[in-house]
Protein backbone atom coordinates (compact mmCIF):
# COMPACT_ATOMS: atom_id res chain seq x y z
CA UNK A 1 0.00 0.00 0.00
CA UNK A 2 1.27 3.45 -1.13
CA UNK A 3 1.26 6.54 2.00
CA UNK A 4 0.79 9.89 1.34
CA UNK A 5 3.87 10.08 3.30
CA UNK A 6 5.90 8.08 1.32
CA UNK A 7 5.50 10.59 -1.77
CA UNK A 8 6.31 12.90 0.55
CA UNK A 9 9.56 11.11 1.36
CA UNK A 10 10.02 10.69 -2.38
CA UNK A 11 9.77 14.35 -3.07
CA UNK A 12 11.91 15.53 -0.38
CA UNK A 13 14.73 13.17 -1.00
CA UNK A 14 14.76 14.26 -5.04
CA UNK A 15 14.40 17.99 -3.77
CA UNK A 16 17.42 17.79 -1.71
CA UNK A 17 19.13 16.21 -4.56
CA UNK A 18 18.50 18.31 -7.14
CA UNK A 19 19.83 21.72 -4.83
CA UNK A 20 22.70 19.57 -4.14
CA UNK A 21 22.96 19.44 -8.01
CA UNK A 22 22.58 22.53 -8.63
CA UNK A 23 25.24 23.84 -5.88
CA UNK A 24 27.87 21.54 -6.82
CA UNK A 25 27.38 23.07 -10.83
CA UNK A 26 27.18 26.50 -9.06
CA UNK A 27 30.27 25.47 -7.33
CA UNK A 28 32.23 24.43 -10.24
CA UNK A 29 31.35 27.32 -12.58
CA UNK A 30 32.24 29.47 -9.59
CA UNK A 31 36.05 27.50 -9.35
CA UNK A 32 36.62 27.80 -12.84
CA UNK A 33 35.97 31.62 -12.95
CA UNK A 34 32.97 32.56 -13.85
CA UNK A 35 31.98 33.68 -10.79
CA UNK A 36 30.16 36.92 -11.79
CA UNK A 37 27.76 35.19 -14.23
CA UNK A 38 27.42 31.09 -12.98
CA UNK A 39 23.46 31.55 -12.32
CA UNK A 40 23.41 32.98 -15.58
CA UNK A 41 25.05 30.33 -17.05
CA UNK A 42 23.50 27.68 -15.42
CA UNK A 43 20.45 29.22 -16.63
CA UNK A 44 21.19 29.02 -19.91
CA UNK A 45 22.27 25.49 -19.68
CA UNK A 46 18.76 24.51 -18.22
CA UNK A 47 16.91 26.20 -21.16
CA UNK A 48 19.41 24.97 -23.66
CA UNK A 49 18.65 21.03 -21.80
CA UNK A 50 15.21 21.82 -21.62
CA UNK A 51 15.02 22.82 -25.38
CA UNK A 52 17.44 19.14 -25.95
CA UNK A 53 15.22 17.30 -24.15
CA UNK A 54 12.05 18.32 -25.96
CA UNK A 55 13.92 17.14 -29.22
CA UNK A 56 13.77 13.31 -27.24
CA UNK A 57 10.23 13.79 -25.67
CA UNK A 58 9.52 10.19 -27.10
CA UNK A 59 13.08 9.03 -25.13
CA UNK A 60 14.13 11.60 -22.53
CA UNK A 61 16.74 9.73 -20.69
CA UNK A 62 18.24 10.11 -24.32
CA UNK A 63 19.01 13.47 -24.37
CA UNK A 64 22.56 12.49 -22.29
CA UNK A 65 23.67 9.95 -24.93
CA UNK A 66 23.60 12.91 -27.41
CA UNK A 67 26.91 14.18 -25.66
CA UNK A 68 28.20 15.53 -29.17
CA UNK A 69 24.82 17.93 -29.49
CA UNK A 70 25.44 18.98 -25.50
CA UNK A 71 28.65 19.66 -25.74
CA UNK A 72 28.31 21.41 -28.64
CA UNK A 73 25.18 24.14 -27.08
CA UNK A 74 27.13 24.19 -23.89
CA UNK A 75 30.52 25.25 -25.32
CA UNK A 76 28.66 28.10 -26.98
CA UNK A 77 27.46 29.11 -23.71
CA UNK A 78 30.38 29.41 -22.05
CA UNK A 79 32.56 31.01 -25.12
CA UNK A 80 29.74 33.61 -24.81
CA UNK A 81 30.33 34.43 -21.06
CA UNK A 82 34.16 34.07 -21.24
CA UNK A 83 34.24 36.93 -24.02
CA UNK A 84 31.94 38.67 -21.78
CA UNK A 85 34.77 38.48 -18.83
CA UNK A 86 37.07 39.79 -20.53
CA UNK A 87 36.40 43.62 -19.76
CA UNK A 88 35.77 42.38 -16.43
CA UNK A 89 38.68 42.98 -13.46
CA UNK A 90 39.58 39.50 -12.63
CA UNK A 91 42.14 37.91 -10.52
CA UNK A 92 45.22 36.76 -12.97
CA UNK A 93 44.50 33.50 -11.86
CA UNK A 94 41.02 32.87 -13.16
CA UNK A 95 41.73 34.79 -16.64
CA UNK A 96 44.43 32.15 -17.18
CA UNK A 97 42.24 29.35 -16.36
CA UNK A 98 39.45 30.86 -18.76
CA UNK A 99 41.78 31.84 -21.14
CA UNK A 100 43.47 28.16 -21.61
CA UNK A 101 39.79 26.30 -21.76
CA UNK A 102 38.59 29.26 -24.27
CA UNK A 103 41.68 28.01 -26.37
CA UNK A 104 41.06 24.28 -25.86
CA UNK A 105 37.38 24.67 -26.68
CA UNK A 106 35.98 24.49 -23.18
CA UNK A 107 36.36 20.54 -24.22
CA UNK A 108 36.62 18.95 -20.19
CA UNK A 109 34.72 21.65 -18.76
CA UNK A 110 31.46 20.65 -21.15
CA UNK A 111 31.78 17.25 -20.46
CA UNK A 112 32.13 17.83 -16.24
CA UNK A 113 29.35 20.08 -16.63
CA UNK A 114 27.26 17.34 -18.99
CA UNK A 115 28.17 14.57 -15.87
CA UNK A 116 26.78 17.27 -13.24
CA UNK A 117 23.45 18.18 -14.92
CA UNK A 118 23.04 14.21 -15.39
CA UNK A 119 23.45 13.44 -11.40
CA UNK A 120 26.53 12.05 -11.79
CA UNK A 121 28.53 14.39 -8.82
CA UNK A 122 31.98 12.86 -10.36
CA UNK A 123 34.28 15.46 -11.30
CA UNK A 124 37.17 16.05 -12.81
CA UNK A 125 39.39 15.46 -10.25
CA UNK A 126 42.07 18.00 -10.99
CA UNK A 127 39.60 20.22 -9.41
CA UNK A 128 39.78 24.40 -10.44
CA UNK A 129 42.84 22.56 -12.73
CA UNK A 130 40.01 21.78 -14.75
CA UNK A 131 39.68 24.89 -16.68
Not at 28 to 41: C, K, M, S
Amino acid sequence: MYHPSEKLDQWLLQFRKNIQQEKTILQTLIQWGFANAAFEIHRKIKEFLRKVHGLNETNPPSVFNRVDLLQEGICKILRSHYLKTLNLPKAEISRQLLQKAYLDGFNQQTLDLIRLYRGDQVINPRGAKAA
